[in-house]
């Protein structure tokens, strides 16, 4: 089974947030789903879910349309917390109604993560604490057995601990039930612990997807040049992501033999590669807003 994102777009209040975003998800895939705030994560995700109609495209479950075909909604769980009505509920009684609307839902695996986390089980969700509402949020939409979870901000407010237990949680999920799980968030760290491939959400779209396991041709460089002036081919093959007088810190998206030629060059006092992260393919596909704020900052100082 394949989910399908069709040329997906989307305005809110005549803002254009969502332009023809295209992509597909595949069973027991974990997607990273990264961008800047208000880049349209979690808009996306309302829209894959039928919270809100696309103005264009359409969501896919194989040749189905998700929308319209109400047999598949329960392939699909997304519990947008804490705007979600479910934050009223107790997890005793969120069971009773993701019973009926997940054909599949996991009720005894639900009660023993509700019980082994410490969670109350008749206390309402909106007086859980911050962390203790996403922990809430991860194990309802495993026990759900939906094919596809998205989770938005996952690990955002866990201690470390409980950190841990959840990417746990999130890589059992996927080897014991084959689940797709989107997830979107700003920890890019944690991110590559986890994902298969990572989708950056840029300019309304689906700027790029990319996998720091598979690719070989993206690279990082730190190096000390020589001259006055940073080599032309440096700016026009790379990306600056740092630079302090002659030494600069530089990714390449598409590393070639050539460049690594140039770079063991007399242009260059020292060059090593550094071991590259998702951080810096995000830093470096931002780095011209970075740049200017760098300059306007220098000129405000
Ligand atoms: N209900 C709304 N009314 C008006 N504007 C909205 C509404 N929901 C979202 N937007 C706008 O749509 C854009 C995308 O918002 P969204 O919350 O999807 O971004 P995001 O990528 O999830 O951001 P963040 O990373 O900060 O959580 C933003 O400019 C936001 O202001």
Not at 41 to 59: M, R
Not at 115 to 123: A, E, I, M
Not at 154 to 168: E, H, M, N, T
Not at 185 to 195: A, K, M, Q, R
């Amino acid at each position: 089974m394949t989910l399908v994102i069709e040329n997906i777009s989307k305005k809110i209040q005549d803002k254009q947030v969502l332009e023809n975003v295209c992509f597909e998800l595949h069973q027991g895939e974990i997607v990273g789903l990264v961008g800047r705030n208000g880049a349209g994560k979690t808009t996306l995700f309302g829209t894959i879910a039928g919270e809100l109609l696309p103005d264009f495209g359409h969501i896919g479950l194989d040749d189905l349309d998700y929308n319209k075909t109400t047999r598949l909604h329960d392939q699909l769980c997304y519990v947008d917390m804490p705007e979600n009505w479910l934050h009223y509920y107790s997890p005793k009684k969120i069971k009773t109604i993701f019973k009926l609307a997940y054909e599949n839902f996991d009720e005894s695996w639900y009660d023993a993560e509700i019980k082994r986390f410490g969670l109350n089980n008749s206390k309402r969700i909106r007086t859980y604490s911050k962390g203790m509402r996403a922990l809430f949020v991860i194990i309802v939409s495993f026990a759900s057995r939906a094919q596809y979870v998205l989770l938005d901000e996952p690990l955002d407010g866990l201690d470390v601990l409980i950190r841990d237990q959840v990417k746990q949680l999130i890589v059992n999920q996927v080897t014991q039930h084959n689940t797709t799980i989107l997830i979107a968030s700003h920890n890019l760290i944690e991110l590559d612990t986890l994902v298969d491939r990572i989708l950056l959400l840029k300019n309304q779209t689906i700027d790029r997807t990319f996998a720091i396991e598979d690719n070989k041709n993206i690279k990082k460089y730190q190096l000390a040049f020589t001259g006055e002036e940073l080599p032309r081919f440096l700016r026009e093959s790379g990306t600056i992501i740092a630079q302090t007088g002659h030494i600069v810190t530089i990714v390449f998206n598409d590393f070639s033999e050539e460049l690594g030629i140039k770079l063991a060059g007399p242009e260059f006092k020292f060059v090593e590669e550094l071991q590259i992260s998702s951080e810096d393919v995000f830093r470096a596909s931002f780095a011209e807003e970075a740049f200017s704020w760098q300059q306007e900052l220098e000129v405000d100082a």
